[in-house]
């Protein structure tokens, strides 16, 4: 059984359709790069998937893999509270909070875990910054950080090239893909075909007039990426 | 000074002026506790609100000329809040004109039973007291003091068990959501809790001033640091030594409690805007 299946899925905002009659699966340890132009639904897609919203019409089956406890996530840059005083290192922290259960603190292990994951992007010599007051790349870091300090089973990012120079992006691309060897679904939505189609197994485009193409990356580059 | 030093020590001498302190100094920790969640979340916009519906509150309570107004209080605070929740949460013109509509429908409605129902001699003085706190927090009662020190263990205790989650909530509700902290799970916590402090803040400063001791700490203490820990241990200690700076003057100077710390408060938010401009500049 896939880890997660979309059956006729109609997305949209207070009656409003953005998508109509998406259909597709996503097995354990694939990795689905969702492409399409801004504006098309792919933000809200993922949002659907992850039960913050309903969708108008059609079902969402997953498996056990798709726990919040299995989940990481790293929205789209988000609004986030603008004057909130936060370091990175509590940002990065928050991310392990889907581990702890209802215990009151983290554990040494926990931790670590951020330290790591703070290395592993290079923003540990940020650790002590407060949030808001880094660069907009930087900040796509420790939400991506947060995101893997989140994650057991699967990984869904959105847009997280966004506002990253290109060595920060392939650096990037690196550590999801090593991620996904390692056995982590990825699901990420993401405006480099290119790259898309270098790493992913899975290609999900989303046209205009509701055109959806779902298959391999090689039925993708068959049909010449758009043709959907 | 020693004149002062020695008229304080007689003061202090009394129980009910130490615990007076006490209460005063718990409260205002309380308060500010949550400041920088509920400052950020628009929450402080509700608890004003809301404390206008506990004034309305107390009113039905004077009314049927019940001693102790906490127990009407209380209660009705809290379904406001959790009632205000739902509307509050989309933050949008109507959402806000509902909100201002319930809050000034209870002050008009209060002051009305209170002329009509009341029985008391000096009407006047309890819609004041109710508005802007007792001419003198030394009046509590022996229960009111039991039930501030109780109210305000509980209160610590959720925002101590709670802390890592209501950072993240108030962080980023979204990803708090998908990777299972309930949002709304923590949203209705936060709710409990304003109502429970502003039950308890009404004694204190009274209806109208409840908002300056939620707020000013946590904006002084935004002013100066950068982290939610250390923002949020500087509110703490900025709203206590505040509360009880305000206490010893009222007492000294015979000024009303209320309005004399949130007196103190504006100052402090001054001195650290003032702090916090240096620290950037230099
Ligand atoms: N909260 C919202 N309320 C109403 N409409 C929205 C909301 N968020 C997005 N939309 C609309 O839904 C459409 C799809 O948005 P989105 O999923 O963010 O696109 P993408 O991520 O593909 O760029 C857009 O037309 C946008 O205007
Ligand atoms: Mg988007």
Redesign the interface.
């Known amino acids: 059984m896939p880890q997660l299946t979309c059956e006729k899925l109609t997305l949209g905002y207070e009656g409003k359709t953005v998508v109509s009659d998406l259909s597709f699966a996503v097995n354990a340890g694939e990795y689905l790069c969702i492409v399409g132009e801004n504006g098309s639904g792919k933000s809200t897609l993922m ?1 659907t998937i ?3 919203k309903t969708p108008i019409s059609g079902k969402i089956v997953t498996d056990s893999g798709f ?3 299995e ?3 790293m ?1 789209q840059q ?1 609004a ?2 603008k ?5 990175v ?3 990065v ?3 392990c ?2 581990r ?1 259960g209802l215990r ?3 554990t040494r292990a926990e931790k670590q875990l951020a330290e790591d994951n703070m290395q592993k992007l290079g923003i540990d010599h940020l650790a ?3 949030y808001r ?1 880094l660069s907009g790349g930087q900040q796509q870091r420790v939400l991506l950080a ?2 893997l300090c ?1 994650t057991r089973k699967i990984l ?1 990012l959105d847009e997280p090239a966004a506002g990253l120079d290109p060595n920060a992006t392939a650096e990037m691309y690196e550590v999801i893909a090593s991620l996904n060897k390692g056995g982590t679904t990825i699901i990420m939505i993401s405006h480099d075909i290119e790259a898309s189609v270098r790493y992913a197994s899975h290609i999900l485009h989303i046209g205009k007039g509701s055109s959806v193409f779902f298959g391999t990356k090689e039925d993708y580059v068959d049909r010449g990426g758009y043709g959907a | 000074m020693t004149d002062i030093i020695d008229r304080l020590a007689f003061y202090f001498s009394f129980t009910f002026v130490q615990y007076a302190i006490i209460v005063g100094v718990l409260i205002a920790l309380c308060s500010s506790l949550l400041g920088v969640t509920l400052v950020l979340k628009r929450f402080s916009f509700i608890g004003d609100g809301l404390s206008h519906v506990a004034f309305g509150a107390i009113a039905i309570a004077a009314a049927f000329s019940l001693t102790n107004q906490f127990i009407v209080v209380l209660p009705v605070t809290i379904i406001s809040a959790i009632l205000l929740l739902r509307t509050g949460q989309n933050t949008n013109i109507k959402g806000d004109a509902a909100l201002a509509m319930i809050s000034v429908s209870a002050l008009g409605i209060g002051y009305l039973i209170l002329n009509v129902f009341s029985a008391s001699a000096n009407l006047a003085g309890d819609v004041c007291t109710a508005l802007f706190g007792s001419i003198s927090i030394l009046t509590l009662s022996t229960t009111d003091v039991w039930l501030s020190i109780v109210l305000s263990v509980l209160v610590i205790a959720v925002f101590l068990l709670f802390y890592h989650k209501i950072f993240s909530v108030t962080f980023d509700e979204d990803f708090s959501t998908a990777t299972g902290t309930r949002a709304k799970t923590y949203n209705f916590i936060l709710a409990i809790v304003i109502a429970v402090i502003i039950s308890l803040a009404i004694n204190l400063v009274g209806a109208l001033l409840i908002s300056a001791l939620v707020i000013f700490p946590a904006l002084s203490a935004m002013r100066v640091f950068r982290s939610f820990k250390s923002v949020t241990i500087c509110s703490v200690i900025f709203s206590m030594v505040c509360a009880a700076l305000g206490i010893v003057i009222s007492i000294l100077a015979g000024t009303p409690v209320g309005s004399t710390i949130v007196a103190v408060d504006i100052v402090g938010f001054a001195i650290f805007s003032l702090i916090g401009f240096i620290v950037k500049r230099g």
């Open positions: 949002k992850l039960n913050l726990a919040t406890t989940i990481g996530y929205p988000t986030a509270q004057d909130f005083p936060a370091s290192r509590e940002v922290r928050s991310g909070l889907n702890v009151p603190f983290f002590k910054r407060c007051e947060r995101a989140a869904l």
